[in-house]
């Protein structure tokens, strides 16, 4: 493809607002940077609206705009998983996430697996909820990178040799140093003026490209009849169900998540997100019908497209669509927003895998009296350490690798669910046996996605019966069950119960302190 | 769990939490998984989830005013 240079200038205009930005966020709802809670936390000050633009900025990422519409190019209406996904999991939040800021706020902790360490006062527990988020958190940042690399390469940028990574590399220094210097407070600003920008593309695409389409019939007349609706079978009833409960479930127990809800400024502010944040679902419903209309105008068939569609395969449908059907200048505007959208989650995602390094290994393992200076400075340099790892993943080995990781964290997420979620509940849960509970989830969701060639979807035999289900739940139940049934025997060598939680802890409205660790 | 320690900052916790339950519904997949009626072109599987954001988003609302503390 020839360069585009009108579309990369105004790219390049954008990045460079969004770098002034991420820098003088530093000043922004001012805190001392040398204290973890305010690096990683952004002091936990973030109102309504400013929580409402960073966790829309960080759950809706970059990956997903090209991947969900991708996903409906390819294989039609179980793209449309992603909607009942989001609405489900926030009365989900509305009801369970207060208690987690609450419990949070009261004994100034940064990440769940703090919250473990301190509930179960089990340290090693802790430690697997906090490799599960780093584990689980690393590929994603990845494929922030494979959705940047789409658009660049979609206006033609295309360099030779040693150089054909330079605009990734640029990019993530960018990020690098900004979320060095200003934490949690870089993303949240600039998820502010990408937020935006995402709904204005989006809004322009959904009403404009109908419209030289003849309708929105014609869209959908596009999609192979077999592929406009899932198959009528229980089979496909229970993929696409267990599909989105597991997906749901997994959501909001990734650092990145956890780290929005806890730098928010009360309680209520998750209760209010919770009714507010689903216009993002919406936002992502509209998004993956994308996916049609690159059907519908074709997208594939025109030549000057075909080599980028066998690089990119069918992540390459958004781009191509935009770039068939935009001016110069709006594609240009459009990929900026994508590109934006990858610095967003990325820069949260490596902040919290951060918060998780320095707090729950660090002080805990390895410099249990460092100073809270010594503790956000190994957070800041973590963040430098996993952004390099991801780009490290995409420069070297095949994006198949991170997409296939990508999955798999998704899997692993889910076995934290026990010992957080029920932990906010009850302590009757064991240690012990949630940590084998979740070794026994982590190995059989693995062992399962591997038989099965890295597809989410398990054809499991029960009587008889085959049963497809997300291999996330079918490991969780296992997780579940193995946790209870543990629980109970160990709960009969009754001893006292490590718990440095309070019930009352759990409704706080306001902390006994700065977040300064247990 | 019962909180056996309340300091009066207890959940505001009730029956209109069931509420939640609604959008819950789409659970219930060959419910919606139809190409009829049809809306603005929009078959209905399509149609009846973006819906039912907003149903959900309504309903969350209402629980919101319906509990929080005056």
Known sequence: MPLNITALTVFVLFFVLVTFVGFAAANWKKGDLDKLHEWGLAGGKFGTIITWFLLGGDLYTAYTFIAVPALA?????IAFFAVPYTIIIYPFVFVVFPRLWSVARAHGYITAADFVRGRYGDRWLAL???????????????????GLEVVIAAMGVQLAGALVYLPLII??????????????????????????????TVFAAVIVIPLQLGGWS????????????????????????????????????YPHSVTGVLSSSSRHVIRRNAALLPAYSFLLGLIALLGFMALAVGVERIPAYAASFQQFG??????????????????????????????????IMSIAAANLFSRNIYKEFINPNCRPMQESRTAKLTSLAVKVGALMFIIFLPHEYAIQMQLLGGIWIIHT??????????????GKALLIGWAVGMISGTWMAAINVFRPIYPLEIFGTTVPGYIAVYSFILNFVVSVVLSAVFNMAAKARADETRPSDYYALEGAGGGTGH | MEDNRDNG??????????LLLIPMLVFFVPLYNTVEPTLFGFPFFYWFQLGWIFVSMIVTAAVYFGTEPR
């Open chain 1, 128 to 146: 697997a909820v906090a490799l599960t988020g780093i584990l689980a958190t690393l590929p994603y940042i990845a494929l922030q990178l494979i």
């Open chain 2, 9 to 18: 900052k207890k959940d505001h916790n009730g029956p209109i939490l069931l």
């Open chain 1, 218 to 253: 014609n869209v959908f007349a596009a999609v192979p009849r077999e592929k406009l609706l899932l198959p009528d079978n229980f089979g496909a009833y229970s993929g696409y169900a267990t599909l989105f409960l597991g997906s749901a479930m997994a959501l909001f127990l």
């Open chain 1, 314 to 347: 069918a992540n390459f449908a958004v781009p191509a669509l935009f770039l068939e059907v935009f001016p110069d200048w709006f594609v240009g505007f459009a990929f900026a927003a994508i590109g934006i959208g990858a610095l967003v989650p990325a820069a």
């Open chain 1, 417 to 430: 669910f026990p010992a957080v979620i029920f932990g906010l509940y009850t302590r009757w849960l064991d």
């Open chain 1, 171 to 200: 990019s993530f220094a960018i990020l690098a140093t900004f979320d060095y210097f200003s934490g949690l407070r870089a993303p949240a600003a600039i998820a502010i003026i990408k937020d935006i920008m995402i709904y204005l």
């Open chain 1, 73 to 77: 190019f390819g294989a039609g209406a």
